[in-house]
């Protein structure tokens, strides 16, 4: 993502993204259809892979809607997610689909969404977090993706792959899509975990048919002219409305029934311009040229068609059901079924050549001015309009990014013409920090090289007050990827020195990474002094990650200094803060972990160390933090030893020696792998026995020592006085042949004393 230290959250989808769409009038009812979709409950995975126009949405929307309807124990939660070509971005997808299940659970999904926002592989850190909350709850929940055949980003389906091969008993997955997916099929299929319906389960009999020409269109046939009907389309649910549309206006429906046969595409071919044709040319020419968007609403089509009453024109093809699903209850958004959509746009192409662009143009303009800037991006594209695609791009892509949809601002960058992108600097940062995250980092220099040469003081740039600062920033954390401790800690001094302005977010984050940076260099006293003015600063400018993360390293620092009191603080703090913006397992976040695990290696305690170090490697590898991702491995290396899995620490000390050897500047890490090697390879002391057997006073006390509070507190607990806490703990203290409190915890627990509270 583009800042190291972002604060923002992805952003939810539209409400129609995520809504079952309600259709065209005169739905028919399907019962059969309807049991066999309630087989979802009993699967793994529902796959409904039809052609366009098979009724795949119509039907799923509708069995999703009857789930919502049922009360009580049959209620079923259904999350919904319609599929749209942007969604390719890996990052996009998969805040969209936490946004679907936190619409029907909103107690699910904050922590994952958040590790959305910073993961380098989207799937990685935040699909854990998802499965395992999923898998808590108890009542079942389905999640219908529909229109999944517009996603062809392989990324994507590996992640999807994934997560079936992973659903917890209780979670369904249901796709819709014109071709089976990657997303590992053939296993479920083998293993008996998949539900399959195709063109054949979904093909309309006779009397649906009779209902939807009836119901839909108003059409009256004889039961053998249906009949003919839905033998000469095959029950193809687009192919017999298309036929009902051509039908309506015609004085002996039996010719028409006569006059075409064939599959799908003659179907379409033949009576696609047919129901254009026979519009009045008024609604003919909005249907061709209004087919440019992919949603419309009455004021958007005013603008796109340079006129005036397009809302009544919407209400009015809706009314006449021609193919327009509203997208909102005001019947204020619609689209046009995709198949159809394709139709009109192959007219338009072919009747008016060329015109598609400054309908594009303009639909960007209206959407730009009505404060939708990023859905006019592309419109901007598609209409050639360089000039306003690149204006709108360097203005928006670090907002964009710092949604987690980095991928999206690479799309939009890379239809830009680069000696465009070179020539403003927002544009070349901004490809430079997608390439540290969704290209090739590598390639960063030329851009920020690119940028710092056309750099101008009065260029605003959200997140950094000058194009230096930012292109600092972007060398630092490309140092922090590659390990090179030297090069990001000069690259974040520089930062320091263009964020003058006391308290305001640039200042915050560059002073979080040159103190953290310095921190990785050994110079613990010079980052103490950045860390906490990035503390300071960050709380005042609201800037939460480089709050946590400059309490996370003063807490190492403490420790260092042999304060654990202070640490736990620090600590404490850190992660109230980040509980509070559901800042989850960020992968940014991972030197919290590490502080905590190092804490609880501090109070003797290595075995809740293991845990916390363990979140701290998962959360370092997500982030691409080589330098803390081997500092938790040695120290997760040393909570091993101390439990006596000696195997499990040698194992741990190679992989973090291998990691730094990787690393082109692993700062203070080479000392400190030579002393924990020398640490976790010294054999392990044997557990001395008991001196004295400990009284049951003495026994309660030393149960409250882990908990580290006071010798007061203790007293108060268990209604003595401070002066007998005293005299039990000098009985504990001697018994357990121990000189301070640390020391007197480590040796219970290697006497199982403190098994039974653990």
Known sequence: MPDPTPDLAPTPPPEAKLTPPEGRGGLIDRPALMRTLEGVWSRRMTLVAAPAGSGKTTSLAAWARRQGQLTGAERRDVAWLTVEPEDADPWRFWSAVVFAIRRVRPDLGLPALSALVSSADPVELALPGLLAELGAQRAPIALVIDDLHLVGNPTVHRGLGELLARLPPNAHVVISTRVEPPVGVGRLRAHGELMELGADQLRLQSDEATDLLRTGLGIELREDQVARLTERTEGWAA??????????????????????????????????????DAQPEAIRDFLVRTSVLDRLSGELCDAVLDSTGSATVLAQLERSNLFLIPLDARRRWFRFHRLFRDLLADRLERDHPGEARTLHRRAAAWLESNGDPTAAIPHALAGGDTDAAARLVATVWLEVGNRGWMATVASWLGQLP???????????????????TVGTADDIEPWLAAAERRADGAIELPGASTVESSAAMARAMRGGQIGDVGRATAAARRAVAHETAPDSPGRARACAAYGLNLFWSGASDDAERYLEEALAASSASGQFIAQVTAAAHLALIELEQGDPDAASDRLRAGEELATAHGLGDLGQLAVLQLAAGRLELARDDPRAGVERLERAITAARTARAPVPLAAAQLELARAHHRTGDHAAAAALLESARAQIARARDPGVLVERLSRVAEEVTQPATPVAPLREDLTDRELEVLRLLPSLRSQREIADELFVSHNTVKTHLRGIYRKLGASSRTTAVSRARELGLLDRDR
């Open 239 to 276: 192919g017999l409305y298309l036929a009902g549309l051509s039908m309506r206006d015609r004085g002996d429906p039996g010719d028409f029934i006569d006059a075409f046969a064939g599959d799908d595409r003659h179907v379409v071919d033949y009576l696609g311009p047919e129901v254009i």
């Open 418 to 436: 680069d000696e465009v992108v070179e020539a403003d600097p927002r544009l070349s940062l901004a490809r430079a920090w997608t390439a540290l």
